[in-house]
């Protein structure tokens, strides 16, 4: 799958759409390919204000875990309830539509220059190989 153009990358393979301050943030394709089937989302810092790089929760994979980090600063907004550990959860969401319904949180940003810092889709795919 084609990373999307009109969203922005990290290194660490997370991406984001932008509308106004609100960041929408979740893994890449590539990155959900390679974790494997995904089985649990943590997030616990809706509320908190973060700055960029830092942790914001976990993805839990069958054979491992990862850390996700902040491609932009500002408060944690909402949580992808459907992502969520209730009976009705689907983190599997993040395999099947990663740019889609996987999405994983909602940021209100503190800083727009901070989009200037990240990747386009070409400078993603070129990292990725």
Avoid: C
């Avoid at 394709?29 to 790089?53: C, F, N, R």
């Avoid at 992502?83 to 940021?107: F, R």
């Amino acid at each position: 799958m084609a990373s999307p153009d009109n969203l922005k990358y990290t290194e660490d393979h997370e991406w984001v759409s932008i509308q106004n301050n609100i960041a929408t943030i979740g893994i890449t394709d590539h990155a959900q390919s390679e974790l494997g089937e995904i089985v649990y989302v943590e997030i616990e810092t809706i509320g908190e204000e973060l700055s960029k790089g830092e942790v914001f929760g976990t993805v839990e994979a069958v054979k491992t875990t990862s850390d996700l980090f902040m491609p932009v600063s500002g408060v944690v907004r909402e949580f992808n309830k459907e992502l969520d550990e209730s009976e009705d959860d689907n983190p599997a969401a993040i395999n099947t539509d990663p740019y889609g319904s996987g999405w994983i949180i909602k940021v209100e940003m503190s800083d727009l220059s901070e989009i200037e810092g990240l990747k386009s889709a070409s400078e993603y795919e070129a990292l990725i190989g």
